[in-house]
Each structure stands twice: as structure tokens, then as C-alpha cells.
């Protein structure tokens, strides 16, 4: 597979960000399910890589880099993850400015993308140097398992096979369940919440301190009264 080079993604040529569309003005996803998934993934990703301050994870932003001609293109991944560069929020993501491909990418499959995800994005990504990357058809409709992986090796993707896939990159376990995509760490051993799961564990966890607190206190009242009766019936005696 032809690679792409290094002075080729980063020409100094590229016209201004402020100049380049962040949008084509298409759907973010092509269905609820896919776009649920692609908020999953990203949003259990970032809250996972939240302590670390040099990897970006993000996803439907335009992608800006050069071909192998010099030509100006972009691609939108639903997922991207990037080790390596500063967390920030971005307006697009230009490789002639970051000077690092994403080196993990997902792509929400269907019957209509799938020709494209695995024809010119697999092309794409593997000369741009992406690790990994992982297609996932929601609705199983695309290929069975609706999971499928890709390791870079040599420039070229060599496929993984199985519906437990582990991400050397990422440090996870990329997971079908029941049709479901998931992510797993097995250090924890648990699965990856989204942003609004995380904040629904962290408010029942706040609560039950909060309760804990509230007996404790009372308890420590009570001591303190049945302390202060038997001062008083000592005093009587």
C-alpha cells in the first residue's frame, strides 16, 4: 500500500485554519443508534484519558491532511484518538498543524458506508500512519461480527478476528456483547461509562457519603447525650 510522507502531510503550503470548513453540512450520524454509539465511545474515552494532559480524543471533526500528490483532503472520523498533543478543544483537526495522525480510529459502519470504510478509509488512515482502527456496524447489517479491527503493519492493515479485541494503544478491551459496542479495562476490571453515566455514578457515590456523613454525625450526637445523662445521674449519686 502506498504510504504517504511525512513532507507531504506537513507542507507549509496549507492555507490558513480559519480558512478550512469544519462542516459539509451532512448528518452527524446516519441513525439515533450510530450516533449514540459514536458519543459513547468518545465520551467513556475522555473520561477515561481525563488525567492525562497530551491525549486528545474527539470525533465528526474534519480531519485536514495532503495525498500523496500534494492535494488537500479531508476525512471525518467518528472517533479519533491522538497521543501525543495537546487537550483542546479544536475547530478542525489539521495534521500540518498537530504534526501527528490519530493513532486510533472508529468508523460506525452500515450497507451504505461499508464499501467506503473499508476501500478509501482504510487507505487513508494506514498511509497516514493510523495504528488502529475499528469498524462497528450497530445494526449488524454491514458484515457479521459487526466488529472488525485493524493492526498497522508495514504500512498495510492486517485484520483481527474475534469479538474481544485489545487495544495496545488505548491500553482497552474493545468488546461486542450482545450486539453492543463496549470498552472494558481490565486493570479495573469495568466497563467504560459515558460522561452521563460517570456523573450519575459520582452523584450516587456523593449521596451515600453524604449519608454516611449524616449518620455518623447523628450517631456521634447521641453518644454525646447518653454521655452527658450519665454525668447528670453520676452527679445524683
Given at each position: ?201 459520582r452523584r450516587t457515590a456523593e449521596a451515600a457519603r ?12 447521641e453518644l454525646e447525650r447518653l454521655r452527658a445523662e ?8
Open positions: 500500500m502506498a504510504t504517504t510522507s511525512a513532507q507531504t502531510i506537513y507542507s507549509s503550503n496549507l492555507r490558513t485554519e480559519a480558512r478550512l470548513p469544519e462542516s459539509d453540512g451532512k448528518p452527524m450520524a446516519e441513525t439515533d443508534l450510530h450516533r449514540n454509539v459514536m458519543v459513547y465511545v468518545i465520551e467513556a474515552l475522555q473520561e477515561h484519558f481525563l488525567p492525562e494532559h497530551d491525549v486528545y480524543v474527539s470525533g465528526n471533526i474534519f480531519m485536514y491532511y495532503r495525498d500523496e500528490d500534494g492535494e488537500l483532503k479531508s476525512v471525518s472520523p467518528d472517533v479519533l484518538v491522538v497521543n501525543g498533543v495537546a487537550k483542546k478543544e479544536r475547530r478542525i483537526y489539521n495534521l500540518e498543524v498537530e504534526r501527528k495522525a490519530p493513532d486510533v480510529v472508529f468508523e460506525l459502519t452500515s450497507p451504505s458506508t461499508k464499501m467506503e470504510d473499508l476501500g478509501n478509509k482504510r487507505f487513508i488512515y494506514a498511509s497516514l500512519g493510523v495504528k488502529e482502527y475499528y469498524l462497528f456496524d450497530p445494526f449488524g447489517e454491514a458484515f457479521r461480527p459487526a466488529l472488525r479491527g485493524f493492526r498497522l503493519e508495514n504500512g498495510d492493515y492486517l485484520a483481527v478476528v474475534g469479538t474481544r479485541m485489545y487495544s495496545e494503544v488505548l491500553g482497552l478491551e474493545i468488546r461486542l456483547e450482545e450486539g453492543k459496542l463496549l470498552l472494558y479495562d481490565r486493570k479495573k476490571k469495568e466497563y467504560l461509562r459515558s460522561y452521563k453515566e460517570s456523573e450519575a455514578a453524604q449519608v454516611a456523613e449524616a449518620r455518623a454525625s447523628a450517631a456521634e450526637m450519665l454525668a447528670k445521674l453520676q452527679d445524683k449519686t
